[in-house]
């Protein structure tokens, strides 16, 4: 029996690569996207496709359902300062009635549970491209400076230590004083932020929350964020190798180091 794969589309292009991975592997792709996140060809990617407002909970498993999805994804962000604006259908103001905060780690895995209920196994996106996980060690021709290294440390922990309230996946720092966590914004805003406030010369730290479930919503950077890096000076970019998801790795790496930016992959529980 072919596997039929269910994409949920955020932004991006990384739909669009786990459609293509899941095709070559002989996979069935019915996709679901939301006009002012997804881009409008990944829908040439999916056997079958349908737009959905935020809030559709009920329209989105009724249509896995007729498609006989076994598996779901879901890959690429959502614009989550506009997700407030979400209008819920009946099953959807149930799941958020059922939780007591909204954070991030909160909602998804109360959406993965529905999703689970009506016998939709949720798999990691990183299943169908392994190769986009960061890998460890230090990827650019510029080594972190012994200052760096010392505001990465610090970063670290905090970062762990603030996780555990489901706040954030990237803090900015400089002489260990802490210029921006990501909020609602997202990780390149919240880089533009703190830089501006702390000028050159701060550390990026990217990790997943300690309790994150590690299907769903892993931290991802690319270039885009080297570039915002770039705007403001900023120096360095730790983040949690395995954990994180590295977009454009060969154009980001040149960039990096036409910018002097140095990125360092640490391995998971340090």
């Not at 491209?129 to 290294?149: D, F, H, V, Y």
């Not at 703190?194 to 892993?218: E, F, I, N, S, Y």
């Not at 980001?252 to 992959?265: M, P, Q, R, S, Y």
Request: glycine share 10%; aromatic share 6%; hydrophobic share 45%.
């Amino acid at each position: 029996m072919t596997r039929t794969l269910g994409i949920i589309a955020g932004g991006g292009s990384f739909p669009i690569t786990v459609a293509n991975t899941a095709k070559e592997r002989g996979e069935r792709v019915i996709g679901v996207g939301f006009a002012s996140d997804t881009d409008p060809a990944f829908r040439a990617h999916c056997d079958n496709f349908s737009w959905l407002k935020l809030g559709q909970l009920g329209k989105l498993i009724d249509f896995f359902t007729a498609n006989h999805v076994t598996h779901v994804v879901m890959a690429g962000p959502i614009n989550k300062p506009r997700a407030l604006d979400l209008r819920p259908d009946w099953r959807a103001a149930r799941l958020l009635f059922s939780i007591k905060t909204r954070g991030d780690d909160v909602l998804l895995r109360a959406l993965t549970a529905e999703l689970e209920r009506e016998g939709l196994a949720v798999v990691a996106p990183h299943h169908y491209s392994p190769n986009l996980l960061a890998p460890e060690g230090i990827l650019t021709k510029r080594r972190p400076t012994q200052a760096e290294r010392e505001d990465v440390e610090f970063a670290w922990k905090l970062a762990q230590s603030l996780g555990q309230f489901d706040i954030g996946q990237c803090l900015v720092v400089r002489e260990k004083i802490v210029l921006a966590v990501e909020a609602i914004e997202g990780t390149d805003a919240a880089i533009r932020r703190g830089g501006q406030l702390g000028g050159p010369g701060a550390v990026v730290v990217k990790r997943p929350k300690p309790t994150q479930d590690k299907r769903l919503d892993l931290p991802a950077f690319g270039l885009k964020t080297l570039q915002a890096m770039a705007d403001v000076g900023a120096t360095c970019l730790a983040f949690e190798a395995g954990g994180c998801i590295f977009f454009e790795q060969d154009q980001a790496l040149a960039f990096a180091n036409a910018h002097d930016i140095a990125l360092l992959g640490l391995p998971p529980g340090t």
